[in-house]
């Protein structure tokens, strides 16, 4: 298979600094753009692409951008592109990777993006735990103004584009876009309420878009090679490639670039080379900490937006979270509830009491203190906290899908903590 | 006029040039003072690796922001530090990946090597320990950071080699 | 107007407002607690759940919030469905996780919006077993307490206290359960709107400390509707009294005045009423100076006989009610009647009466106000003379915010996006001002001159906007400005003291040449204004009656401490004339002293009256209580005093309506104040109006150390009101109503129960009736500059009123002296330095022979020449706006406070006895 994304990256090959970038192609996309192509049809090219967002909720890129007011639509004043780059979801570790080998390639994207939707501003938003990417990052942009790839007159097209690394002060909640938007203008991090959508009015009240690093990645080879090539890339329903990782106990966790479609199983067993030994599969997270469960009966799904939905979880971040068959199902739960309810921003009553309610459940259960009726209150919570629109955004209920798949998949290990008043897997030497 | 006494401290002089500068320095793409606030509080704290009463109280006065309204966004973060921290900070990643490849007992380790649990300096002012949420270095669990050192597959011996010079619970 | 079915049940609503508005002006009981009228919403608490339908097939639906939805034709909601009822009572189950469940020693217990919501969804039992999170409370100042574990975390104190009132020293800290509202570090909240905290804060969290200390349950509480004599805004205010105490203050809505929201000053600024210096009895001045303490009877033959055939004279009081003033003028004669303001005052609100009879300009009401989208106040600090006023300004200034919303097509009550979009954009406000002003932060543009130049400045916009040519820049843009605005608002007053001021500001206004302009004015006392459409009908100067003392007999004080009226010299001259001086008053004074004869008056809290307000809006305050003591209300001594004296046509009258009659028919300006409130004839449902809840528990044992007797209820006899809890609240007259409660509804949020739609008039109106109309003449008025020569280091003299301190009576109080401090002399930052002096030391002030020594404040910004002395403060009486001063170093003079601190510290002292709290 081609690698488009990490074709700069391999394993204990050194970070791709601005001549390497160059040599491979890079900013060939950018010349393209800023010689032959209007903003009109660098846009028209990623919405024919297909290209969905790779944050977590799949939006279609092209769609999102075709809200932002272009021309005389839009009142004068600045137009932002924002990089999000914060990357706290539990079990997510590709944005790392692709910043930190090959800082340019976002870079180039976020340019193209922004000539796409008529920004003059834009932001990466970096955890500020990211402390080797926000070096390279920064270096690179140095680079980039001293090329004229950033600035006034972008390569001679009247185009100009300031960029800006941002590092995060550290909350997961700055990762949903409108909370992103309120860290960046230098304020508790709540979401804003939706409509009116960022794409109208964002970061200080002027159109903003908000898109992945893996998302931006995307856009220079898009450019570069057309729409077709890139749907042509998928082996399933969805266009291009994604990077997949995989974390827990297997053989070899890590992180690959695999064409979109490519089915669970060949991740988890070709790639990542299996359970470890005397492990079984239980089930896992398919993209990150705030998906739902599917078990060893979904391995040969493929991994598409919707084939995952279907199966009821979701595709998220693509980075895979294994459950094997010694680690306490409650036990993990927990962790992520736990990790959920300590990044509540706060706001919204379901999320901020709701969720540290359900972890002194899981607390109870998981420590041999656990009722009966415990399992009828999580199944109260889920309802309550679970449903996007309960709350004011999409936190909570993302908390709350592991939970309650756990509770479809797992639930006899939910009733043996309870009847045998103790975890089970701790005798076991499990975690 | 206000209904107390405005009597107020010289809070010019708490902040270095330096780290004005540096302020401003950010103010530059910034539509208004009060947007600055995060990055003036990291500013501030990565010379003195946290940010006190008094220097908030500076930073919000150069924003022209209340006291109330920097202090709203201080504790809002995780990574701003309203007490002292030791000359290190400790990240330890507890979240799942790192779970399940069982950083409880590493933490364990840890906390027994260092003699502190999570929120507490070493006696010897050198480390301060904090959880911290998913790293994004899952692959490599368990992980953690030492300033701005990335460790990752931690085991016993990892945690012997970067902690050498402290014993079990020993007090330096 | 679009329809909505809820339930099925088909009802019609108001394009653009939102599902919980419609649910509420419906009469339906949706619960919720981020939303506020005022304030729109954000969708924090989630309380307000509906379910949703796509159309008639969909029975699955959709959980929303009913505040961050608009309406639309057509749409389909269910509140009764399963998925929401439980949805709103795990809402209420979460929000109790952390409660400490102490309604029973909860100050908010009762009247507490949070135990109303918990009853209203059904939750009872506990399924948390966790532990509770807890917070440290802190010291906010001697008017709010701090009980932080009680908090739900609705956000609405942040927002009221920053986003509506602009205070910049509350918000929320740190973040998931631990979010916490409150202040950096504990001291003294800076707002002079903190109280409206407790009203806004839907549980016990914000708390009225005053009431603290002398605690009554709440529905053991007697109110009546009340009008806050505070100042002339004229905000609807209704007091609670248990065991003739008034205990606290609560706003008392008006649609078109104080809304939601009073000032600290009305909520906390009654304390006085409970003093121990009220004067309870009778007392005739003995030879030795003291007073011997008579009964009623006596009092009024020694007055009746010291008058009786005899040359009276009568000085009023802006103080005191419209027929109090009537009554004495009447008995005293016009020629012989002052109507008490001082000389220069009386002069200047006389004017500003007569410019808002003839000025083209509107005379807005608060609620108007709030239209403007262009602002020019000249001369007034108007948070410190009109403070409810401020808090109008700062909505207006956000007009622009709402003009880009509706741009957007963002619904108004979106709060949090419309502030989004809009940032830091604001309608222009320009203050022209001898120096701070506490809108300065909102200002775009803030100017510092002198009195007489800000005259000269508001004439020179004035032909700036008839043409004229100038090169002044602040005047260019401050033209351009009100030229541009669809309703531009000019604010001025009687507070610097300048007529010239008052007339520029006509000038402006009305060389605008839009009928939408707006004009108010500021003016000193809660019936300033009802004194002046007394004198357009005749009376004389107070310089006249001091004049004319030596000739008199025997002269009436109503309600007026004189020292505050005129020099002390001239006062003196006027107590030590020889003369019987017989005094009415609420509250011992220096004019009292002097007094032969002194009689104590009932306070507004045991009266009946009409105050007409800064706006011309006259409006009826109703006793709380009946007069404890031997106090009268004051027009009853004067009524009792014409019977004894014989005087025929009063001796007619036999109770408030008839005065209020009589009143009207003699003074052509007056003639609507029959219509101010109904008769005392007036019954609902026929019964009176009963000043006590439904809950009331009465017959308590709080003294039965005494006796255990309860004595019976008083009857009021002068009006459509009984001390009693028996008849209906509701569907009378807003002038009659005492309190709002509605099943179900304990807390203040009952309110939308009694309004005819969400934030609209009260169901029985928008009571008040307005005296003063505009006209087409326009105002004609003359004024040419002053001229004025400064030597070398001398100062004009320019008042700085303040909301604590200024005012006399709530000045007695304790919270409102301890926040009012010294007085003090204002001056810059410049003549600070040359000066050698710095905030907390002292200056010797001198004019002519007056020397006064007073604490130094250093402001930001004072017009050059100029220094502010803090008005109506003991250390400041000799002081009168525009004279001129040298300043000197007072070497004597002793810090109270020590050198450096910041501002929140001077508090300090309090933390170890307030702070803390009980939960640690
Ligand atoms: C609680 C929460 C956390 C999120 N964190 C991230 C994140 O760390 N990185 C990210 O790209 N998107 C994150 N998202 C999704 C963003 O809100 C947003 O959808 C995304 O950045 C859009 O980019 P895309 O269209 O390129 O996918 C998060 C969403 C939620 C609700
Ligand atoms: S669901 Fe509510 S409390 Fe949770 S993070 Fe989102 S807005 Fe904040
Ligand atoms: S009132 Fe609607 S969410 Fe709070």
């Avoid at chain 1, 279609?60 to 004068?76: A, E, H, I, L, N």
């Avoid at chain 3, 203050?249 to 005045?257: I, K, L, T, W």
Wanted: with cysteine; aromatic share 6%; net charge negative.
């Amino acid at each position: 298979m081609e690698k488009v994304l990490t074709r700069n990256i391999s394993p204990g090959k050194a970070p791709t600094d601005i001549a390497a970038y160059e040599a491979n192609g890079g900013y060939s996309a950018l010349r393209k753009a800023m010689t032959v192509m209007s903003p009109d049809d660098c846009r028209q090219v990623i919405s024919d692409s297909n290209l969905r967002g790779r944050g977590g909720a799949g939006f279609p890129t092209g769609m999102k951008w075709s809200f932002v007011p272009m021309g005389d639509k839009c009142s004068p004043g600045h137009k932002y592109l924002v990089c999000n780059a914060d990357e706290m979801e539990p079990g997510t570790f590709k944005d790392r990777l692709l910043m930190e080998f090959d800082p340019h390639q976002l870079i180039e994207g976020m340019i193209l993006s922004a000539y796409c939707i008529g920004a003059d501003i834009s932001y990466i938003f970096i955890r500020g735990e990211y402390v080797v990417a926000i070096e390279r990052l920064r270096a690179a942009l140095a680079d980039c103004y001293a090329r004229g790839y950033l600035g006034e007159n972008i390569l001679g097209s009247g185009y100009k584009l300031e960029m800006h690394v941002h590092p995060s002060a550290g909350r997961y909640i700055c990762g949903e876009e409108t909370a992103l938007i309120n860290a960046l203008e230098g304020k508790r991090a709540n979401p804003r309420a939706k409509p009116p959508f960022p794409q109208v009015s964002g970061l200080w009240g002027r159109p903003t878009i908000v898109n992945n690093v893996e998302t931006l990645c995307n856009i220079p080879h898009i450019i570069d090679r057309g729409a077709d090539w890139f749907k042509g890339l998928g082996v399933g329903e969805d266009a291009g490639t994604k990077l997949f990782g995989v974390s827990g106990r297997v053989k070899n966790p890590g992180c690959w670039e695999l064409p979109m479609g490519t089915s669970v199983r060949e991740i988890l067993e070709d790639h990542a080379g299996g359970m470890q030994d005397g492990l079984q599969l239980k089930g896992f997270l398919p993209g990150g900490g705030s998906t739902d469960f599917l078990t060893r009966d979904h391995l040969d799904l493929a991994m598409d937006y919707n084939v995952i939905g279907k199966a009821g979880s979701r595709m998220g971040t693509g980075t895979m979270i294994i459950l094997d068959d010694k680690t306490c199902p409650v036990g993990m739960v927990l962790n992520l509830i736990r990790f959920f309810a300590h990044e509540s921003c706060g706001f919204c009553t379901p999320c901020r009491d709701g969720l540290p309610w359900s972890r002194q459940v899981l607390e109870d259960i998981e420590n041999g203190r656990g009722k009966k009726e415990d399992l009828d209150t999580l199944e109260y919570q889920i309802k309550y906290i679970g449903a996007i629109g309960n709350t004011h955004c999409a936190l909570a209920p993302g908390a709350m899908e592991p939970l309650q798949s756990a509770l479809k998949y797992f639930r006899e290990d939910f009733e043996h903590h309870i009847s045998g008043r103790a975890c089970p897997y701790r005798s076991v030497g499990g975690s | 006029m206000s209904n107390s006494q405005m009597i107020q401290t010289d809070l010019n002089s708490v902040l270095t040039l330096e780290e004005l500068a540096e302020i401003d320095h950010e103010l530059e793409h910034i539509p208004y003072k009060s947007g600055a606030s995060i990055d003036a509080l990291k500013i501030v704290q990565s010379s003195r690796g946290w940010v006190s009463d008094e220097c908030l109280q500076a930073i919000a006065k150069h924003l022209e922001m209340s006291s109330e309204e920097l202090e709203g966004v201080a504790t809002f973060y995780n990574l701003i530090y309203r007490r002292p921290v030791g000359d290190n900070v400790v990240l330890f990643c507890d979240s799942v990946s790192c779970w399940i490849n069982g950083c409880d007992d590493i933490k364990e380790m840890i906390s027994q090597k260092l003699g502190v649990d999570y929120g507490e300096t070493t006696s010897d002012n050198a480390y301060t320990l904090l959880p911290v949420p998913c790293l994004g270095a899952c692959d490599r669990a368990p992980v953690m950071m030492v300033g701005d050192d990335l460790v990752t597959h931690l085991d016993r011996e990892t945690i012997d080699t970067i902690f050498a010079n402290k014993e079990s619970g020993s007090e330096t | 107007m679009p329809t909505i079915y809820i339930d099925g049940q088909a009802i019609e609503v108001k394009q653009g407002e939102n599902v919980l508005e419609a649910c509420l002006n419906a009469g339906m009981d949706l619960p919720y607690f981020c939303w506020h009228p005022s304030m729109g919403s954000i969708g924090s608490c989630r309380q307000c759940a509906l379910v949703q339908y796509q159309n008639e097939e969909d029975t699955q639906g959709r959980i929303i919030m009913g505040c961050m939805t608009p309406v639309s034709e057509g749409a389909r909601f269910s509140l009764k469905a399963e998925n929401a009822t439980e949805f709103r009572e795990a809402v209420v189950e979460s929000l109790m996780l952390n409660h400490p469940h102490d309604c029973p020693v909860c100050a908010e217990g009762g009247e507490c919006h949070l135990q109303d919501m918990t009853v209203m969804v059904g939750h009872r039992d506990r399924r948390y077993t966790g532990k509770k999170n807890t917070h440290r409370n802190q010291y906010l100042g001697p008017l709010i307490h701090h009980e932080m574990n009680r908090c739900i975390a609705c956000y609405r104190c942040e927002r009221y206290y920053k986003d509506y009132a602009g205070g910049k020293d509350l918000g929320a800290q740190a973040s998931h359960d631990h979010v916490y509202f409150g202040r950096h570090e504990e001291g003294i909240l800076e707002s002079e709107f903190s109280g409206n905290l407790v009203e806004v804060c839907p549980t016990g969290v914000f708390t009225d400390k005053p009431f603290l200390k002398q605690y009554s349950r709440k529905w053991d509480l007697q109110s009546a509707p009340s009008i806050c004599h505070g100042c002339a805004v004229g905000c609807n205010i209704a007091p609670g009294e248990r065991y003739g105490k008034v205990k606290r203050v609560h706003n008392r809505y008006h649609d078109e005045v104080n809304g939601y929201f009073i000032c600290d000053r009305g909520r906390f600024g009654s304390g006085y009423l409970n003093s121990k210096l009220r004067l309870d009895y009778s007392g005739i001045k003995k030879s030795d100076g003291s007073f011997l303490a008579v009964h009623q009877k006596q009092a009024l033959e020694t007055a009746a006989s010291w008058i009786s055939g005899k040359k009276v004279a009568g000085i009023g009081s802006p103080r005191a009610s419209l027929e109090a003033n009537y009554l004495l003028r009447e008995m005293v004669g016009k020629n012989n009647f002052s109507a008490g303001s001082s000389d220069l005052e009386a002069t200047l609100v006389g004017s500003i009466l007569s410019i808002l009879q003839t000025t083209t300009a509107v005379n807005p009401s608060i609620k108007k106000m709030e239209t403007a989208d262009a602002v020019l106040i000249l001369g007034e600090d108007v948070t410190n003379t009109a403070p409810r006023v401020a808090l109008a300004l700062r909505q207006a200034v956000r007009n622009k915010a709402f003009e880009l919303a509706e741009q957007m097509g963002l619904p108004l009550w979106q709060d949090a996006a419309v502030r989004n979009l809009a940032q830091d954009n604001l309608s222009p406000l320009i203050i022209v001002s001898a120096m701070d002003t506490r809108l300065d932060d909102i200002s775009s543009n803030s100017i510092s001159l002198a009195p007489h130049e800000i005259a000269t400045f508001g004439r020179a916009v004035a032909g700036a906007l008839n043409g004229e040519k100038t090169d002044d820049p602040d005047v260019i843009s401050t033209a351009e400005i009100l030229k541009n605005a669809k309703n531009p608002l000019i604010i001025s007053g009687s507070s610097m003291g300048s007529q010239d001021v008052i007339n520029s500001a006509v000038e402006v206004a009305e060389a605008i040449s839009k009928p939408e302009t707006m004009l108010s004015f500021c003016v000193s006392e809660c019936n300033s204004m009802g004194s002046a459409l007394l004198a357009q009908d005749g009376g004389v100067s107070l310089a006249d009656i001091i004049k004319r003392a030596p000739k008199l007999d025997a002269l009436i004080v109503l309600e007026n401490d004189l020292y505050r009226r005129g020099k002390r010299s001239e006062i003196d001259q006027l107590l030590d004339s020889g003369i019987k001086i017989i005094s009415l008053d609420v509250y011992e004074n220096r004019t009292l002293d002097g007094s032969h004869l002194v009689l104590p008056a009932a306070s507004y809290a045991e009266s009946q009256g009409t105050l007409v307000s800064s706006e011309g809006r006259a409006q009826r305050f109703y006793p709380v209580h009946s007069p404890s003591h031997e106090r009268l209300q004051s027009w009853e001594w004067l009524l009792e005093l014409a019977k004894l004296t014989g005087n025929k046509k009063l001796s007619k009258l036999e109770n408030l309506d008839d005065v209020v009659s009589t009143c009207a028919k003699d003074n052509l300006a007056l003639k609507k104040i029959v219509d101010v409130a109904p008769k005392n004839s007036y019954r609902s449902s026929g019964s009176k109006v009963p000043r006590q809840t439904h809950r009331f528990s009465g017959r308590t044992a709080i003294h039965s150390d005494v006796s255990v007797h309860e004595p019976q209820q008083p009857k009021d006899h002068d009006s459509p009101l009984s001390y009693s809890m028996e008849g209906l609240n509701r569907d009378q007259p807003a002038s009659l109503t005492p309190f709002v409660w509605s099943p179900g509804w304990n807390s203040n949020q009952s309110l939308q129960k009694f309004q005819s739609e969400v934030d609209g008039p009260l169901k029985g109106g928008s009571s008040g009736v307005r005296l003063i109309a505009s006209s087409s003449k326009g105002s004609k008025v003359f004024s040419e500059s002053e001229e004025f020569e400064l030597k070398a280091h001398q100062w004009h003299l320019v008042p700085a009123h303040q909301i604590f301190g200024s005012d006399e009576l709530s000045a007695h109080t304790e919270e409102m002296a301890e926040l009012a401090g010294r007085g003090f002399i204002a001056i810059g930052q410049k003549v600070a330095e040359k000066l050698g002096v710095k905030q907390g030391d002292g200056l010797l002030v001198q004019h002519g022979d007056v020397r006064c020594s007073l604490e130094v404040k250093v402001l930001s910004r004072v017009a050059k020449n100029c220094v502010g002395y803090s008005v109506g403060y003991e250390e400041t009486q000799e002081l009168t706006p525009g004279c001129l001063v040298s300043l000197q170093v007072d070497k004597d003079w002793r810090r109270t406070s020590p050198e450096v601190i910041a501002s929140d510290k001077t508090a300090l002292g309090h933390i170890a006895s307030d702070g803390g709290g009980a939960y640690g």
